[in-house]
């Protein structure tokens, strides 16, 4: 089966089959150093120069354990409502790949630090949804292979390979659902809209910084379909590390459709790895799909077990901050927002930036529109995330505030956000390169009203006749005279006045 396998429309595979969700995460945690050793814990640098004996697996080197690291296990897991093990240990993941130079992971396996838990995710029309947490376990984070010479960046079809041991040992935490069941239609959105508050909440906890482009947070999306009618699960496929929210919705889509056209003919599905295309959306076979017997866990010999005491996990539990569904509740009711508005507003990430441009000293109202309706137009348009854009709040707050001083028009307002956005400045600087204040001073505007007045007798005789709406063609006659920057509630003024 390859990427250009045959799949099934959607609505037809809804006919026929029930979709059952398995999603693995891991995060990258953001402790200064690896998980077993003390290598910095960094993002990129040159290849294989944030290593040492431990995280290179080299005979007689032995692991120490980041209790930092623990800690925000701890963490994750009371934020995920999971139950903490008052007594675990870690275990060897056994498997032999170049990405792992020990040729075993140090993971956990069937004694996780935090287990039985639930996050109650909010879909785009306000439904919420109950997903269960089968375990978050602690483990470390494998190096990074470069495939070179292929077309596709994998190692088929390359003339060679690079192994780059930075990331090997950087700590991770794996999250698992429970299976999510009775989806439905909905499945696809419910992934997206679970990754999504699972990295909501990592950003509040400040565990990580969840960068999914530079693999700080990845997704093993696992799906599998039942006939309708059934209740045994078929055989799932596991789309391995899945690195943007909205890619996590188009793979278990994709999925869905492909599964479902191989068993309408007749076929089976095989149990297996597969790769995520961003190009056309598809997923590729990758390798057969191991069992846990196939990893041959044994406990981890050179590290001692973990046994939390109950003060400490309650110390941890008192240091958890506001979480992200209390702060959406808190806000839609300290800004009177309506259902509709909260989901706008935090379903474009624009809660901090509006937060920060009230701060800044903006009305609620007016950071709102300009963060969620133009901005959020703006970073559409440049494809972009919204907190991306070369503009910040306390720039927003200043254009409010000079629209509110009568200095801008919202037309012109915009103006001065596309110069800023373009680099030239603060809109301050941006108002005084371009010109762009509006114009108030009575002389200059009854010069351009005379001017309108006088191109338009008719309209004239119908002010003076006592129809005072057609004021509204002289007004903007005037407002392209001054190129928008007339204050259009004086200049209806003076027509009124020039009429009588």
């Known amino acids: 089966m390859t990427a250009t396998a045959e799949v099934l429309d959607y609505d037809e595979v809804l006919d026929h089959f029930d979709p059952v969700l398995g999603l693995e995460v891991h995060v990258e945690l953001n402790t200064k150093t690896k998980m077993f050793c003390g290598c910095a814990n960094v993002f990129g640098g040159e290849p294989n120069t944030h290593v040492c004996p431990t995280c290179l697996g ?50 956990q396996y069937d004694e996780p630090i935090a287990f039985d838990g639930h996050l109650d995710v909010m879909l785009d029309d306000g439904e919420v949804v109950r997903v269960g947490i089968e375990r978050a376990h602690m483990e470390e984070d494998t190096g990074k292979s470069l495939h070179v010479g292929g077309a596709t960046g994998r190692i088929h079809g390359a003339e060679h390979s690079l192994l780059d041991y930075n990331r090997a040992g ?42 999914m482009d530079q693999g700080s947070m990845r997704c093993d999306a696992n799906v599998s379909l039942m006939p309708k009618g059934t209740t045994e699960f078929g055989t799932r496929t596991e789309t391995k590390n899945v690195n943007s929210l909205r ?11 492909r599964q479902a056209a191989v068993l309408r003919d007749g076929g089976s599905i095989t149990q297996e790895t597969r790769h995520f295309q961003e190009a056309d959306g598809t997923t ?23 046994a939390p005491s109950k003060e400490w996990v309650d110390e941890l539990r008192g240091t958890l901050p506001e979480l992200p569904w209390q702060r959406r509740k808190r806000i839609q009711t300290e800004w009177g927002l309506t259902d509709e508005e909260t989901r706008d507003l935090f379903n474009t990430g624009a809660a901090d930036l509006v937060a920060m441009t009230v701060d800044a000293g903006a009305p609620v109202a007016e950071a709102r529109s300009w963060w ?67 114009v108030s001073d009575d002389s200059a505007l009854l010069a351009a009203v005379d001017e309108a007045l006088a191109a338009q007798p008719d309209v004239v005789e119908k002010i003076k006749g006592g129809k005072v ?19 259009a509630k004086r200049v209806r003024e003076l027509i009124l006045e020039r009429c009588q």
């Open 372 to 438: 969620v309706q133009y901005l959020t137009q703006q970073a559409n348009t440049r494809e972009v995330e919204l907190a991306e854009l070369p503009i910040t709040p306390a720039q927003v707050a200043r254009v409010i505030a000079l629209i509110g001083e009568g200095t801008l028009t919202h037309k012109l307002a915009r103006e001065v956000v596309q110069g800023v956005l373009a680099g030239e400045g603060d809109p301050d600087a941006v108002i005084a390169a371009r010109g762009l204040q509006v």
């Open 284 to 306: 590729s076979p990758g390798r057969p799909k191991e069992t846990s017997e196939d990893y041959r866990y044994f406990p981890e010999p050179d590290l001692v077990p973990i």
């Open 58 to 107: 080299l005979p007689g080197a032995l692991p120490v354990m980041n209790a930092r690291g623990v800690e925000s296990a701890i963490r994750i897991g009371l934020a995920l409502n999971c139950e903490i093990a008052p007594w675990c240990r870690f275990a060897r993941k056994n498997y032999f790949y170049p990405d792992m130079p020990k040729n075993f992971q140090t993971s």
């Open 247 to 257: 890619s996590v919705e188009r793979a278990v889509r994709y999925e869905m459709t």
């Open 170 to 211: 950087v700590p991770l935490i794996e999250i698992v659902t429970k299976p999510i069941e009775g989806m439905g239609q909905r499945a696809p959105e419910v992934a997206r809209a679970y990754v999504t508050a699972l990295r909501e909440l990592m950003l509040a906890l400040g565990v990580s910084d969840v960068r």
């Open 469 to 487: 709406q057609a004021a509204g063609a002289i007004v903007g006659a005037v407002m392209k005279a001054t190129k928008g920057q007339a204050d």
